[in-house]
């Protein structure tokens, strides 16, 4: 009985925060549905069928898909090298002092959306495929270098204890010792970041970063809503086709 009173109380707890929230925002679902804006929508879909599908255009859509796909795995590759790298520090392997620096940048580095960084990067280094690698680099950096410190202070340190009381240099140690007991989880890690960057890096295209994203905000900027829909579709499919492979690989190397 107990137990029933407590989950009614939470459960009308959470339905008076709902109702609450929609009058503080003063959403209004019924606009939806109110007048043409039904008719409106379905016109605005309509119009992006039949997707563009000309020799020329599907050969721009390929070399996109190929730059975004490139964008994703070198950002995401710089940002688990550098992750790694961090982690060490964040996980107290080289000092209090170390470990709360680190840990201050990598909260730091992640703090920051992809979008933003875009941005910035943009400035920095113009428009293009190398300020969306940046950026995903950056704010991917920040991610992984908090998990991966976090997997390694949950391996047993008993491994490399014992690797150094035989004698073994600390790198050595730490290679034999700890290492193969977080390498399964810095892969998983580091596969699921590909697959959001793949997403991210077509949304930075918004900005001038390049890849499809760049492609999908040119055509809708000129209303061509044939040709954004083949690049919508193409994402469809790249995003697909990534999680595919990424599933994959975690099954052979996990």
Known sequence: MKRHLEVLLWGGLLLAALVASFSWLKL??????????????????RSFFPPDSSPG?????????LETLAIS???????????????????????????????????????????????????????GPFAGTLA??????????????EA??????????ALRDAGAGPVAAFCYGTLPGVLAQWLSYTLYRWENN??????????????LGQMLY????????????????????MVLLVDALSAWLRRRWG
Not at 38 to 43: D, G, K, P, W, Y
Not at 136 to 149: I, K, M, P, Q, Y
Request: without cysteine; glycine residues 10%; hydrophobic residues 60%.
């Open 28 to 45: 209004d679902l019924a606009a939806l549905f109110r007048g043409d804006s039904l008719e409106q929508m379905n016109s605005y879909a």
């Open 218 to 237: 040119v055509t809708l900027s000129l209303f061509q809503q044939s040709r954004a829909s083949s690049v919508i579709l193409a994402m469809l499919v």
């Open 57 to 65: 255009w599907l050969r721009q859509i390929f070399h996109g898909a």
């Open 198 to 211: 793949i997403r991210m890096a077509a949304v930075l295209g918004f900005v001038g970063a390049g890849g």
């Open 136 to 149: 995903l680099a950056l704010h991917t950096t920040g991610v992984l270098g908090r998990l991966f410190a």
């Open 73 to 127: 795995a070198i950002g995401t590759l710089l940002a688990a090298l550098a992750g790694a790298a961090l982690s060490l520090l964040a996980a107290g392997r080289l000092g209090a002092v170390a470990k709360m620096l680190a840990r201050l940048l990598l909260n730091a580095l992640r703090s920051v959306p992809e979008l933003v960084w875009a941005a910035l990067m943009v400035l920095a280094a113009g428009l």
């Open 152 to 161: 390694l202070e949950n391996t047993p340190p008993s491994p490399t204890r």
